[in-house]
């Protein structure tokens, strides 16, 4: 039986957090440019990562994730049992739901329950088999087969919620109001006022794990551009921006900037089911073609990160370094030539309008002889048509490559549940079966040598190449608060910002 | 009557469009919860979860089948919920409602009086204002964002007076109209996309109003009413004003289109949480029940306006009202 057992060190502070010594503010006021709806784990909004983070202020997971990596939360301890097809959890005592009544592991098993009949966006139940009480503090959960991301990806991202208020709830998206929002997390619901994205939440007394840093939370919602402005003007107490200039600007004085790490992607698709993109060596012209460092250079002016053809960024702790196509335009010359490319034939690379990185990417690949017409649209229609393969080159920035790994399975092993899979899968025996043995891999080392090789096989194949990664910064007051932290792979499954709950409590 | 079944056939032919126009986009709307071109990488929507969301929404039924729930939910005055707000869209729509109607009605008041005064007033004194006429032209011929980023950056900015972003101070109790002690904070949120909207909409009130009132002023009723001694501005308020504002009327009608598209623009500048942030938001998410319902009321909100706007007319002008209905 291979064992794993966490046990949580009763003072240990968590990496990143702030001191319990530390005197709790009176309120904090954070941004987000769009609103994100009604904060119950139903009713928020899946456009970006806002309204998740904010959910989790309220509610409570199994585990929870700091600046080193997984830590217990919920769930002082755990272990994986029958080569990880059983994970028995053993929970925290004297945990309270926020309408004081406590928390136990019959409300752990109705979650899990709740969620695999009324789907939850951020999390994948589709490997649990079972998940039952065997007393109130001990959780079993089957699984189907074993899953590796399980505690990163699972356990880590569903919440918990009370069995006293959902199981009577039959249409979960419709239901709100003030018993919506009861869970067991460091702040409790206050006000949310639709339309304004105003969000007031205050300090949970009774919270198991520290003392809420502030009395009230409060968000606010700034249009991205004007969140520099709107901390300028004292409207907010923290801004996010991923643009290098204006953190530039901020650095110093009165101000302070978090950088988070390359946790966002900027990468070209190729479509391997047309031509010339199922040509392997014409996939590697194009990545010679390109001068990588350059592009990002010219888009974000500075923290370029150049992008790793194994997809993986550097800086986290799954990258492997593989082949990184150097900048080379008679190599290229000489791929395109050993497979008689045609000059004559015009490429179509689909991307966001005003994209600068598509029309350099134009321009240093008519340098080598092809021809590119960049065809624009905005991303719902980007999305669409790369779902339907109606592609050859797609240009996409996005988060999500920080986490667990096993998004290199998904995307590029025809596993994935979205459209992130765009026609990138790779027919390739070798790496199907690393990309299933990872999944299940219990042993941390052999995983990683196994997601290097996948890196590997990525770099050799390019089904898509990573133009350049982009960090996000945090600029924030420095009086307001000065407690921020870089959660490791970003938070829950990889969301790359700083509003993890860990650093507004003091432990 | 004949006007009645026209409007009658506009209806019909307006629901079908905003029915249709929706689902003419790329993308349905959970493939862009799913995928939303970027941010959401992270998402995942089993196979199985998909198809539940699908059916929930209604959205797995033919396109008929859709079309005749949503004539069904209208008339029971339901418009369904917003797939990407989880809300009643008949709640979102009523919460929003307000902000925009204040923006509209202070902006075409704005714009309107104070083109209309300073129309008539440049074609009574014709030849000493082209410098103006010159300025309200360049304004004009400016899209309602670049005008809204100067007001932000001049009044914002430059001398920060006024806030840029919102429509009340956060949690100060002035989350509502319900004005009280919050009447000086909603204003200072609503002065800028205000000003923005009216500068825009302004120049066409000027120049319409200066142009009908030269050719008024040519009129052989002008020099009669001189004749008979009545002061200059008894002529230009009674007999030129009146009669020059004709035009305006119309224009009122045809503006209002253009002005929920500028307010669609400048809400989402201004993070102003009315119809056209919402409008913008629905679009982007492809949230069907939101975007259908918000052209259908659009679309009678238009009509209506200009059912108003031709019964004003009527009204004030003897000889159209001398004319059969159309």
Redesign the interface.
Known sequence: MLSAAVALGACAPFAGSAPASATPGKRI?LSWW??T??PSP????????GGVVKETMLFDTLVWKDGRGVIPWLAESWNVQDGGRTIVFRLRANVRWHDGRPFSAEDAAFSFSYFAKH?Y????L?SVASATADDSRTLTVKLQWPFAPFIHDVAGVLPMIPTHVWSAVSDP??F?GPDAVIGTGPYVFG?Y??????Y?FKANDGFFAGRPAFREL?Y????EA?QP??LQ?G?VDSALSTAYEVQAHFNGGDYRVLKTAPLSIVRLLFNVNRPPFDNRDFRRAVAHALDRAQIGQRVIHGDVVVGSPGVIPPETPWYRAVSQYSYDPDRAKALLSGIGYDPATTIQLLA?PDAPDSQLVRSMLGAVGIKVQIVT?????????M?ALDFQMGL??????G?DPD?LRRWYAGKA????EYGNVIHRADFSALAERQASEQDPVARKTQVGQMQAILADELPSLALYHRRFYLIYRRAAWDRWFNTAGGI????PLVDNKLALVLH | MRSAIRYLLLLVALFAISFALPRA????PL????????????????????Q??LA?YGLDQPLPHQALRFIGEMIRGDLG?SI????PVT??IL??LP?TLLLVALSLVLAGVFGCAAGLLAGYRHGRYERLSAVLLLVGSLPDFVVGIGL?LLL??LV?IL??????T??ADC?GLAIGGCAADLAAHAALPVLTLALVQLPAFFLLMRAATLGELGQSYITAARARGLTERRVATRHVGRNAILPIITLLGLRLGTLLGGVVVVE????Y??LG??TY?AA???DFPVLQALFLLGGVAILALNALADLWRRRIDPRLRAEPAA
């Open positions: 006021t769009i609103d709806g009604y139903f009713s928020f909004s899946n456009v970006g990562p789907p966006g951020w999390a994948d589709n998206l419709r709100q006000s006022t639709e339309g304004q994205g105003a007031l409060a606010r919602l700034l249009p004007q402005l709107g003007n409207v966001e649209a905005d991303p719902k229609t980007r999305t669409a048509r779902k996409q920035k996005h988060i999500g490559v986490g998004f549940f979205n459209a992130f829950m499954s990889g969301i | 986009l790329p993308g349905d493939a862009a919860l799913a995928s939303g071109g970027g941010q959401d990488a992270l998402l995942v929507l089993t196979p199985q979860a998909h539940q969301l929930y919920y990407s707000a989880s809300q709640r979102l919460d929003r902000w932000i914002g900015v920060p806030p840029t972003s919102g429509a009340a956060s949690f989350g989402t500048l201004f993070g949480p009315g942030e919402l938001q982007l998410s492809r």
